[in-house]
């Protein structure tokens, strides 16, 4: 597993070639991208579980991984209540081009 943050998938978002989803980060709604993640075996879906670094998930996990990681983070010195808008984890979607 790798050190990422947590996060839950809320939706997919439409468009962006079906790269980005809309993700629960502690309590906080953002836009990730899933480009990085190898989804030919089953896509993800809302309730799944991601890891999230710099924007981007790198990978999947279940509820125990997702907690794991959370655990990681508090030892580090993060706390679980901290201001999600701290850590800018909001991806941009791409500009389309012209």
Do not use: K, T
Not at 35 to 50: R, T, V
Not at 73 to 90: F, K, Q, W
Request: aromatic content about 4%.
């Amino acid at each position: 597993m790798c050190l990422g943050i947590p996060g839950q998938v809320v939706e997919m978002v439409e468009g962006y070639g079906d790269q980005l989803a809309l993700v629960d980060v502690a309590g906080a709604a953002r836009r990730v991208n899933i480009g990085m993640l190898d989804l030919d075996e089953q896509n993800l879906s809302a309730g799944d579980w991601i890891l999230i670094h710099m924007g981007f998930a790198v990978e999947r996990v279940d509820a125990a991984g997702a907690e794991e990681a959370m655990a990681g983070l508090e030892m580090m010195g993060r706390p679980r209540d901290a201001d999600p808008d701290s850590a800018n984890l909001d991806v941009q979607p791409p500009v389309p081009h012209a």
